[in-house]
């Protein structure tokens, strides 16, 4: 690290915990987010911008930003400079959003990275109504922020060394940047400042969801992986959720052109076909038949992530043929492990602390403050 981003960076921590950040320590905990991955051109603008080229000299340029991705390197307004440190007293924004902390352009192997690098409490404040509503019961927006807190955390570690820690999709959580702050968001993670989290003194990876359909899933049956704290579990709290069922009209040649994208071996599909469910109701495989009698068959989750996950929202789904399109209805939405987020609502709604919502959804887990670090 450069000494004058060295130099942006903490002042702009510092601005951040003078302004009423976390007091959780004394040095703001950061995070590293990928906010753009692949663009070819970016807007940046903002008010009292300092921005460098990279290697820690100041650029004297006009706004806003003209960035583009192009042969050795990144372009900012026609100049040419191996890459862009951005930051601001409030916010920068970028193609229109804003965004707290310091930014950092860099050409990538396809077109350009952004990564914004902010204190953790704050990006928290503004992940809440990306992930759930802060119009939610209060104790539901403290369970968000806790498992959000605990998620970036544990990625913080497992990803240490790496260019960033987070990506601001459903790839890890969802942030798109402080313009959809507001003070019950605020509210909900001070609240919780600093609070993870833990099983055998170690913060978890506190995967969440948005509504399991009556059932909670095991982190076995997704990803191989049998976690303790990660257990199915049942849970009614959901089921008047709106919209909880969903259904999906699909050509069957569409669904062969994914299968095969995905490195399945379908020629010719004629039928699918549900084989087995698990404890909590969700497909386990897909039988998927083709010309000449051949079949393959397919893990649900595979099938779900195949077709997409906003096609297939859940592996709760069954399949009925209607010629030559598969009929695909199902209930719940996301990946159905750990906390379901329509679920927390309806528990805080009926009294429950957010204490008592998290350790349901995760067996056998403490609330630990200060990181777990």
């Known amino acids: ?37 692949g663009a070819e051109t970016l807007r940046i603008e903002g008010t009292g911008l300092l921005v460098t080229d990279g290697r820690g000299e100041p650029l004297r340029v006009e706004l806003p930003l003209e960035v583009k991705r192009v042969r050795d390197g990144v372009a900012v307004n026609g100049r040419s400079v191996p890459g862009l440190i951005v930051s601001a007293p409030a916010r920068v924004a970028v193609n229109g959003k804003g965004y707290r902390g310091v930014l950092e352009v860099s050409a990538a192997d396809r077109g350009l990275l952004v990564i914004n690098e902010l204190p953790l409490e704050e990006y928290l404040i503004g992940l809440i109504n990306c992930e759930i509503s802060s119009a939610w019961p209060m104790e539901a927006i403290k369970s968000q922020a806790v498992i959000a807190r605990s998620y970036a955390i544990y990625q913080k570690q497992a990803r240490r060394g ?119 109701g969700r497909a386990q495989e897909v ?19 195949a077709l997409g996950y906003g096609v297939v929202k859940s592996t709760k789904f069954e399949i009925r043929m209607s010629g030559e399109d598969a009929l695909i209805s199902g209930s719940g939405s996301g990946h159905g492990v750990g906390l379901c987020q329509w679920g927390a609502k309806q528990r805080a709604l009926d009294g429950f602390q957010y204490r008592e919502i998290l350790s349901y959804y995760y067996p056998g887990v403490k609330l630990a403050k200060g990181y777990g670090q």
């Open 1 to 37: 690290m450069n000494c004058f981003r060295f130099f942006i960076i903490a002042m702009v921590l510092t601005l951040s915990l003078a302004a009423g950040g976390s007091s959780a320590s004394a040095r703001p905990e950061s995070i590293r987010v990928a906010l753009i991955r």
């Open 287 to 305: 039988l998927a038949s083709g010309a000449k009698g051949k079949t393959a068959t397919i893990p649900a989750v595979a099938f779900r992530k």
């Open 162 to 280: 790496a260019p960033y820690q987070l990506e601001s999709s459903v790839l890890d959580q969802v942030y798109e940047g402080c313009d959809i702050e507001d003070s019950r968001a605020a509210r909900g993670v001070q609240e919780t400042a600093g609070e993870v989290l833990t099983y055998d003194d170690k913060v978890i990876q506190a995967f969440y969801h948005s509504n399991c359909a009556g059932h909670t899933e095991n982190s076995k049956n997704v990803w191989g992986l049998a976690l303790p704290y990660l257990r199915g579990v049942p849970c009614q709290y959901c089921l008047d959720a709106n919209p909880i069922n969903w259904e999906q009209i699909l050509p069957l040649k569409k669904v062969e052109a994914a299968l095969r994208a995905a490195g399945f071996q379908v020629a010719g599909l004629r039928e699918l076909k549900v084989q087995g469910r698990n404890e909590s």
